[in-house]
């Protein structure tokens, strides 16, 4: 027998899901114990900020919200791999990714609470997108952004984010396609939570792994432990640095959990069951870090609790700044329509005016 | 000075803008080494380089996202869809994110592409080669829909689709790609958009169309003529934005209308004109407003399509109607 092609798909995982190194050598920013109690201090504002949202939710004061929580490693994880100048194209739950880049909790508030404004990032990089509801659809734009920046020959890399669903998506697949076609510096992170909304993993692909995926286009893959943030950095910066040097792009599949419903509007009892949470929550990555951490001597309970007790102030400073904006007025839905007001469209604006002053 | 054809405006147009403009990129399949497959893109890539006159993977979704992405990071992507029928794929993208971009980011992120399509009926080619669909795009806010009738406007506009800041659907009547030739100044003069062009003054009614229809309009209006009646032709080029001002202002003078274009009657872009015809110039009318259209089928296979492609006689016979109706 000949064979036409062979793969495999390598396997990355340093902390074990009790917090316990596995013996392989550690990378060189995981030696750097204070950077990585600021990575553990992120997943848990992450966290805190998450809980947060959830609460607003309830309450009435937020819209649909697609919360983040047990994505934490693998958010900080791929956000905090970036440089400043990469670009990042995310879907609508990658909190922690979004926070280190400088997403405010504001913004978010200010985008799932109904106003576009959330959208006009003023800390994080312009040229990071929007959320994207569109399943998928962001994968191309970040195959496009890459495009651009190997035209411009910019040393710089475009990341995407998308799930286990949306790796099913023609877009995904499209993306990768052409990165590998055209050695595009293209990062696609797959953020596998197990579900698509109530569609388990296993309906969604024969693969045996989705990191694989990659492999039919060309691409570097890997499987992470997506619940441990030292494997899914590294994969990150060993796909930026071959990104960034003209070796093309990665597909990473960092495998996780999505331990809460899959948004505020929905109730994952319907379609899963208790046990498999329960078990899903022995591998949760904020312990999992913190228990590293504590056994390195730079993390404890009073540390812990003072830290926890800022991102409760620095939250119910973001959360009032959201609950004190105000709307826009009514026009502002033909104001950035176009880079003018069309002539075609004033009337109508001015129908809107009018109707806005008598409100 | 040379005469050119439509597709060859087309390429001097993308030629002009690409030297003067590094950031102009060509993309689609076929694009690159071929010039297209009606030779749009003809001899692109030897001045500019594989670069910039990006062949593609055969997929439209994927040249519609990378068009995109490309222009949030500010290139400005030309994007070619092979015929206006393959262009359902690259819809989500356009809909989704490109006419929405600017709107959904308040302006921090916008999207200065186009999308050119051969677009239309009358070349005797394969199914889906045909297809009259820019009213699928006039309903999408944030767009604009351009269609060009001339050499001498498909140069002029595609020069300000590709500066105007915001993504164009570019839809290029096939049917007359190759039909006449026109002195075209390699100027870099754009027409401008979302204005109407009047092409024939007339006082007795006006016929308003687009694209391919143009021509049979002109023809119409000479027959008209001979039997003494005196027809004005508008050339919608700019669908949406609309400037109706030019219409209502034709249309006051002449209180007759009759709108001319090659898609399905109902809900075509035809219909909104004779609805903002009846709520702003309704006194001013003399004679129903006229609709000359496809029909509500889909275009017919080629040996039946010239049935159903608007004619000259019955453009004539509409005009006719309006006379006769008052």
Avoid at chain 1, 243 to 253: H, L, N, W, Y
Wanted: aromatic residues 8%; proline residues 4%; charged residues 25%.
């Amino acid at each position: 027998m000949s064979i036409a092609a062979k793969f495999e798909i390598e396997y990355l995982q340093y902390l074990d899901q009790d917090g316990k190194e596995t013996g392989k050598e550690m990378p060189a920013f995981a030696k750097d114990l204070d950077h990585m109690v600021e990575l553990y201090k992120l997943m848990v504002s992450t966290r805190v900020f998450d809980a947060k949202s959830i609460a607003l939710q309830r309450t009435g004061k937020l819209g649909t919200y697609a919360s983040c929580l047990g994505h934490e490693a693998a958010h900080v994880g791929i956000g905090s791999a970036m440089r400043r100048e990469d670009s990042l194209a995310v879907s609508y739950r990658e909190y922690g990714a979004q926070l280190y880049r400088g997403v405010k909790p504001r913004e978010v508030y200010t985008y799932w609470g109904g106003d576009e404004r959330g959208n006009d990032f003023q800390d994080a990089p312009a040229h990071d997108f929007a959320w994207c509801v569109p399943i998928g659809t962001q994968c191309l734009h970040a195959a496009g952004s890459a495009l651009a920046f190997k035209i411009r020959k910019e040393p710089r890399v475009a990341v995407c984010t998308i799930g286990d669903g949306g790796s099913s998506k023609g877009d995904f697949y499209g993306a990768i396609n052409v990165a590998g076609a055209q050695q595009l510096p293209l990062v696609a992170v797959i953020v596998n939570n197990q579900w698509a909304i109530s569609v388990p993993r296993r309906i969604q692909s024969g693969s045996g792994t989705l990191a694989q995926k990659g492999i039919a286009a060309g691409l570097f893959c890997i499987q992470v432990d997506g619940n441990d943030i030292i494997a899914v950095r590294k994969a990150m910066e060993d796909a930026l640095e071959r990104a960034r040097s003209g070796q093309g792009g990665t597909v990473i599949e960092a495998v996780t959990y999505r331990l809460g419903d899959h948004t505020t509007a929905d109730d994952a009892r319907r379609y899963r069951g208790e046990q498999e949470v329960k078990d899903a929550w022995e591998r949760d990555p904020v312990p999992r870090l913190r228990k590293w951490l504590e056994a390195k001597g730079k993390w404890d309970d009073a540390k812990e609790e003072a830290w926890k007790a800022e991102c409760d102030d620095w939250m119910d400073n973001e959360v009032n700044a959201y609950l004190e904006t105000k709307n826009q007025p009514a026009t502002a839905m033909f104001d950035y329509l176009y880079a003018e007001v069309p002539a075609d469209l004033e009337a109508q604006r001015e129908l809107v005016a009018s109707l806005d002053r008598k409100s | 000075m040379a005469q050119i054809t439509l597709i060859e405006a087309v390429t001097q147009a993308l030629a002009y803008e690409m030297r003067n403009d590094d950031s102009v990129v060509v993309l689609g399949e076929d694009v690159g080494v071929n010039g297209g497959v009606f030779r749009a893109t003809q001899g692109l890539q030897e001045q500019f380089g594989e670069e910039r006159v990006i062949d593609t993977p055969l997929d439209e979704g994927t040249i519609a996202g990378l068009t995109i992405g490309l222009a949030v990071q500010g290139m400005k992507p030309v994007a070619e869809a092979q015929f206006e029928g393959f262009i359902y794929p690259m819809m989500e993208h356009i809909a989704c994110h490109a006419a929405r971009m600017r709107n959904r980011t308040r302006g921090r992120m916008t999207v200065p592409a186009v999308w050119r399509a051969p677009w239309g009926g009358g070349i005797r080619a394969p199914e889906h080669h045909s297809e009259a669909n820019e009213h699928l795009f006039t309903n999408i806010p944030g767009l604009r829909v351009v269609m060009p009738s001339s050499p001498a406007r498909a140069y002029g506009l595609l020069l300000a689709a590709i500066r105007d800041p915001d993504p164009v659907i570019f839809f290029e009547p096939k049917r007359i790609y190759r039909q006449y030739k026109e002195e075209v100044p390699d100027d870099g003069e754009a027409l401008p958009l979302d204005v109407c062009f009047v092409l024939r003054d007339g006082t007795d009614v006006t016929l308003v169309t687009w694209g391919a229809q143009v021509k049979e309009c002109l023809e119409a209006a000479d027959e008209l003529a001979q039997q003494g009646i005196s027809a004005e032709v508008i050339d919608v080029a700019t669908l949406t934005p609309l400037d109706f001002d030019t219409i209502a202002e034709s249309v006051t003078k002449t209180g007759r209308c009759v709108i001319v274009h090659e898609a399905p009657k109902t809900a075509g872009f035809g219909a909104e004109i004779a609805a903002r015809l009846s709520e702003e110039c309704l006194y001013s009318l003399l004679a129903p407003v006229e609709r000359v259209t496809g029909f509500d089928t889909h275009i017919p296979l080629f040996r039946l399509e010239m049935k159903y492609l608007p004619s000259v006689e019955r453009i004539v016979e509409a005009a006719q109607r309006t006379l006769a109706a008052s």
